[in-house]
């Protein structure tokens, strides 16, 4: 059996996210989450909010760790992960039932802009009527990162990758906008994060 991947940042982050989430998601029934990552927030999430079925979610490289963590778990709410390849059509998870809501944590500064692009245009095609979508990570407003600890994590992403970076809040309501989606709140969390929540039209 693999050694579990472990994130710090996700054990920090998982409760201050939860406080929001139990809210959020009070009456959704399907999460999808985009990136699950380690699998630590899908299997603490859907620990606390057994209401509702959690579908993981990554690239195939990250399949075993997610697995290895729900395994150890073993949560009849929490699906194994499939495959969403933001640059390709997502598959249709949930055994087809609708995706009322989207949780992503830490993705957007990752991903190219062309593919933050594309996770919008996505959303606007594959999520149904009023889900609720949750985005948690850093951005930055009027063009200056919130705080210089940021600023340092932007220059670290861009030397690994030039593609990627902390994105301009403004930016990301235009695209959510145009996929249909309503800001319904922007909270501020720990460590200069944000958490965004929109309702889909
Ligand atoms: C910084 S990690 C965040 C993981 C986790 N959500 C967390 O908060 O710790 C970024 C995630 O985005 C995923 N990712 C990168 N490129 C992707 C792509 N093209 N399609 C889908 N996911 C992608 C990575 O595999 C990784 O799980």
């Known amino acids: 059996m693999m050694n579990k991947p472990f994130s710090q940042a996700c054990e920090n982050n ?14 959704t029934k399907h999460v999808l989450e985009i990136g699950s990552g380690t699998g630590q927030h899908a299997v603490f999430f859907g620990q606390q909010l057994p209401h509702l079925t959690w ?17 150890e778990a073993v949560l009849a709410n929490v699906q194994r992960p499939i495959t969403v390849d933001l640059h390709k059509t ?23 802009w062309p593919l933050v692009v594309k996770f919008f245009a996505a959303i606007a ?13 850093p951005f930055n407003y009027n063009g200056k990162f919130s705080s210089e600890s940021n600023a340092n994590f932007d220059s670290w992403l861009k ?9 301009d ?27 965004l929540v ?3 039209i």
């Open 159 to 167: 030397e690994r990758d030039i593609n990627s970076g902390i994105r």
């Open 14 to 27: 998982k409760q201050p996210i939860l406080n929001i989430l139990t809210t959020v998601f009070s009456s």
């Open 90 to 112: 997502w598959p249709v998870p949930n055994n087809n039932l609708p995706v009322d809501g989207l949780y992503t944590a830490n993705t957007l500064h990752i991903i190219s």
């Open 125 to 137: 095609q594959n999520l149904a009527a009023e889900a609720s979508v949750c985005i948690y990570g």
């Open 55 to 71: 579908q993981t979610s990554d690239l195939p490289i990250n399949h075993l760790g997610i697995n290895a963590w729900l395994d």
């Open 198 to 200: 929109f309702s889909k």
């Open 169 to 195: 809040i403004e930016a990301i309501l235009l695209l959510a906008k145009a996929a249909g989606l309503n800001l319904i709140d922007d909270h501020r969390m720990p460590a200069n994060n944000r958490l």
